[in-house]
């Protein structure tokens, strides 16, 4: 089966810089990735998502690299805001049409 | 913004009650999810419906039931409720591949 995991639990970042938020996988069928953002109190949301045929795509502000070969995948931040401070997740899928697996989630916290 | 939502958005009830959490969805998406999450922690799938008269159980179905009679209903049915249920409930529902959550249901079983 499918297992997702994330490196830190948490990772705090000063306002302005990058945060790089990283995370692993075990399926190499895996074919697509997604980020999402929960802060608290709420549902997560979609930041990005990227299919396996892709090693990197770009958002606003937010850039999610894949590699394959070691089967990692992660989100960077840029210019990092306190609106910023939340958990992130990724989130894996086999081939196919089965339902998302979520990683544990990485805390991010900004300093003013 | 996606049209998700759940009723009701915090509940506290005592042990062996029956419990039913809503949720509802706009977008006529044909798949729906439940999942269980503790506070900061990853979501475990519960139950998801990939259209009307079709369930399936994920990793922690065994304690509730779902239905999915109508495209943009699926209700999460707790039989007996004990304090071990008291999470945070996410519904979600998709088209193709994202996900689209509603704000969630906090339980607390007492």
């Known amino acids: 089966g499918e297992s997702v995991g994330l490196h830190l639990p948490t990772l705090s970042v000063q306002e302005g810089d990058n945060s790089i938020i990283n995370c692993a996988y075990s399926n190499s069928a895996s074919d697509y990735f997604i980020w999402y953002k929960q802060e608290s109190g709420k549902g997560p949301q979609f930041i990005i998502d990227?299919?396996?045929?892709?090693d990197k795509r770009q958002g606003q502000r937010v850039t999610v690299l894949l590699n394959k070969t070691v089967k990692h995948l992660s989100l960077q931040i840029a210019a990092t805001q306190p609106g910023d401070s939340a958990v992130y997740f990724c989130a894996t899928r086999d081939s196919g049409n089965t339902p998302l697996v979520f990683g544990k989630g990485t805390r991010l916290s900004v300093i003013a | 913004e996606a049209d998700i939502y759940q009723t009701p958005r915090y509940l506290v009830i005592g042990t062996g009650k029956k419990i039913t959490l809503e949720c509802s969805q706009t977008?006529?998406?044909?798949?729906m999810y439940w999942y269980q999450q503790d506070p900061g922690m990853e979501l475990h799938l519960i139950h998801y419906?990939?259209?009307?008269?079709?369930?399936e159980k994920g990793d922690l179905s065994s304690e509730s039931t779902v239905s999915r009679i109508r495209t943009e209903h699926f209700p999460l049915t707790l039989e007996s409720a004990r304090p071990s249920h008291t999470s945070q409930y996410l519904c979600a529902s998709s088209e193709r591949t994202e996900q689209y959550f509603g704000p969630g249901t906090r339980l607390t079983v007492t």
């Open positions: 977008m006529g998406h044909d798949k």
């Open positions: 419906s990939y259209g009307v008269n079709s369930t």
């Open positions: 990227i299919r396996s045929n892709m």
